[in-house]
């Protein structure tokens, strides 16, 4: 059974920077793609960023490219979402999710993580 926990979301005033963790058990992590997900209050459940098993290619929602970085270790089974230059509209429920490929569609992914809260005020 693979479980994922995230951690990381605060609360944080526009500009700033946070990085969320998830961490992966229960089966070989370096097997499994990884994707971000976030749902804002009211909103539907969006694609954030993805990062294949190899960490050779990774892919970002053009809402955040160029702020946000995905990454990997596997030594620590876990995966990483760098977010620099937070925005208000960032403010979301972020999930992690594991697949088979680094895809943007939801249906894609087997297991999630319960999520971690990030809030930006301006």
């Known amino acids: 059974q693979v479980q994922l926990v995230e951690s990381g979301g605060d609360l944080v005033q526009a500009g700033s920077s946070l990085t969320l963790s998830c961490v992966f058990s229960?089966?070989?992590?370096?097997?499994?793609?990884v994707g971000w997900f976030r749902q804002g209050l009211g909103e539907e459940r969006e694609f954030v960023a993805a990062?294949?098993?190899?960490?050779?290619?990774?892919f970002y929602a053009d809402s955040v490219k160029g702020r946000f970085t995905i990454s990997k270790v596997d030594a620590k089974n876990t995966v990483y979402l760098q977010m620099n230059r937070l925005k208000p509209e960032d403010t979301a429920v972020y999930y992690c999710?594991?697949?088979?490929?680094?895809?943007?569609?939801?249906?894609?992914?087997?297991?999630w993580g319960q999520g971690t809260q990030v809030t930006v005020s301006s």
């Open positions: 990062i294949s098993w190899s960490a050779s290619r990774t």
């Open positions: 999710a594991a697949g088979t490929y680094p895809e943007s569609v939801i249906g894609s992914y087997a297991y």
């Open positions: 229960g089966r070989s992590f370096s097997s499994y793609a």
